[in-house]
């Protein structure tokens, strides 16, 4: 059984950097053929995604906030992060970290429990 578990600031500062982390047991990031993920749901608002890091490492990104994020990983913890920058009280919402068979989906077939984020001064 795979897990995911999220790990980060709950509040931000705008023009700040968001940094989350997601902690992968019961599996590998290194698996083939699956993609580890980033989701977000703003409050009131329909999920979104927002970018994948593959087995590989290859990286893939929501073309509206592509230049001012990435996905990194750490092999050695079973980790991949997600780095926001210039963040603003429009990135406050829920963030999801997800295991998918493809990109660009919002129906991962693993979820973490997702958590809060809250951009404000």
């Known amino acids: 059984q795979v897990r995911l578990q999220e790990s980060g600031p709950g509040l931000v500062k705008p023009s700040q950097t968001l940094s989350l982390t997601c902690t992968v047991s019961?599996?590998?990031?290194?698996?083939?053929?699956?993609?580890w993920v980033w989701i977000r749901q703003p409050p009131g608002k329909d999920l979104e995604w927002l970018g994948a890091?593959?087995?590989?490492?290859?990286?893939y990104y929501h073309p509206a906030h592509r230049s001012r994020m990435s996905i990194s990983r750490d092999t050695s913890k079973n980790q991949f992060t997600l780095h926001l920058n210039s963040v603003t009280p429009e990135d406050t919402a829920v963030y999801y970290c997800?295991?998918?068979?493809?990109?660009?989906?919002?129906?991962?077939?693993?979820w973490g429990q997702g958590t809060q984020v809250t951009v404000s001064s």
């Open positions: 997800g295991r998918d068979k493809a990109v660009a989906t919002t129906t991962p077939d693993y």
């Open positions: 890091i593959g087995s590989g490492g290859s990286t």
């Open positions: 019961g599996g590998s990031i290194t698996t083939s053929d699956v993609y």
